[in-house]
Nanobody, 120 residues
Framework: QVQLVESGGGLVQPGGSLSLSCAVS????????MRWFRQAPGKERELIAV???????EYADSVKGRFTISRDNAMNTVYLQMDNLKPEDTADYYC??????????????WGQGTQVTVSS
């Protein structure tokens, strides 16, 4: 069984920074990709950052230059460093991981979500 736990988030003033983390544990064989999504009230879930195997990183235009995704493969953990936060970054943030477990079964697992509020 594979589990995913998110941490971080909270309230920050505009221009501030926050860091999120997402740890995957359990019967993991390999993790192919880890992604961060966010969903603001009344809006659709938005893919904002991707860490693929081979150290490839991709970002949505809305966060490019302000957010940084990084990955610790040894710890099966992905981080999202969010700088220069804006009120429009206020949302619930979700982590997603896709890979294979030790039985060579695909897993596609989501975190419970963590709230980020940017407000003065």
């Amino acid at each position: 069984q594979v589990q995913l736990v998110e941490s971080g988030g909270g309230l920050v003033q505009p221009g501030g920074s926050l860091s999120l983390s997402c740890a995957v544990s359990g019967s993991i064989l390999m993790i192919n990709g880890m992604r961060w999504f966010r969903q603001a009230p009344g809006k659709e879930r938005e893919l904002i950052a991707v860490s693929s195997s081979g150290d490839s990183m991709e970002y949505a235009d809305s966060v490019k230059g302000r957010f940084t995704i990084s990955r610790d493969n040894a710890m099966n953990t992905v981080y999202l460093q969010m700088d220069n936060l804006k009120p429009e970054d206020t949302a619930d943030y979700y982590c997603n991981a896709v890979g294979y477990d030790i039985r060579y079964q695909v897993f596609d697992i989501w975190g419970q979500g963590t709230q980020v509020t940017v407000s003065s």
